[in-house]
């Protein structure tokens, strides 16, 4: 029996889009696939980007299913938008999140605006689940912790969270997998991709030197105020950061930034004091569900994504919000998103950039 509700999915060529497409199939589901292409508009020699392999594992799902599959290409987007806030965010010394921007402006945005309106719900392979309940439709996090992406879904709209759908957000990734390869899908054992597909974590600083290039800028310790050394341009690192920094008699770890100065302000020890903290304030909140906070309301929290969850308390403020954690957070990054949850761990209730 055929579903009557039209819907597009985007399918990456990784296992859980593939795995969703089964999963509607059941439903009596079929789904028009798409594939979003935003990889560089002009020449990236060096970055290894992995498109042409995924567009040909997307085409042996539709052929297996029998579905029609198209690309969408979203470079222009995607660069004015996403790169876009991402370099102007370096530039100010704040810490971006490109994750959380392609998801609200280019998945679910420009996608929509240019096909996705045509369907009546639109799917993906994210580990998230949407809650129908008398109030409406809310983000749920997935069965399985450790890969629940909700995090990187907290800044949707409620316009968007309306007509979403997550097909594989009630199984765990082992149980993905295990449905993959009864089916025999040709990417059942494939890696998960990591990060933008044309730049991958290996080649992150690459990138920021193509957009931003080189600036030398001094190393200062936050105790004492003492030159340490040189580096390239306060765009490198963040807050929390360890790794990468160059220095002798370590460990060092950057606390803060100074982008007017291009100095980086750094602490010495093993997780060292001055990297953790416990308030977080956020100016622009985003809500995902409709709840008024007391004056100090209990809530979880993740400052960035992780299958841990951090006990912590919220109330209004001057200029929006302010989280005290219960316990002590590595790297309060400005810039970086806060996502608040219900203390059972189930919705999401807002968001917002972490300001110092």
Known sequence: MTNSTSTALLISGGVDSSVAVHMLMEQGIRPDLFYIAIGPDQ?????????????????????????????????????????????????AGRTPNPDLLCNQLIKFGAFEEKVGFNYDRLATGHYAWIQETADGRFLHTAKDRHK???????????????????????????????????????????????????????HYKDFVTHLLGKKKGDFIEFATGKKLGEHDGHWYFTVGQRKGLGLAGGPWFVVRKNAETNQVFIARGYEPDEVYGNNISINHAHFLFPIQFNEETEVALKIRHTPNFTKAVISKSDNGYSIRSMEPLHGIAPGQFAVVYDTKYNFVLMSGEMES
Request: hydrophobic residues 35%; glycine residues 4%; contains cysteine.
């Open 43 to 91: 020449n990236f020699e060096g970055f290894d980007c992995k498109m042409e392999e995924d567009i040909d594992l997307c085409k042996l799902v539709s052929k297996k299913y029998g579905l029609t599959f198209d690309v969408v290409p979203l470079h222009q987007e995607y660069w004015d938008m996403v790169v876009k806030y991402h370099t102007e965010t370096l530039l």
């Open 148 to 202: 629940d992406q909700t995090y990187f879904l907290a800044q949707l709209s409620e316009k968007q969270i309306s007509r979403l759908q997550f097909p594989i957000g009630e199984l765990t990734k082992q149980e993905v997998r295990n449905i993959a390869s009864s089916l025999e899908l040709p990417n059942a054992t494939r890696k998960d991709s990591q990060g933008i597909c044309f730049i991958g974590r290996s």
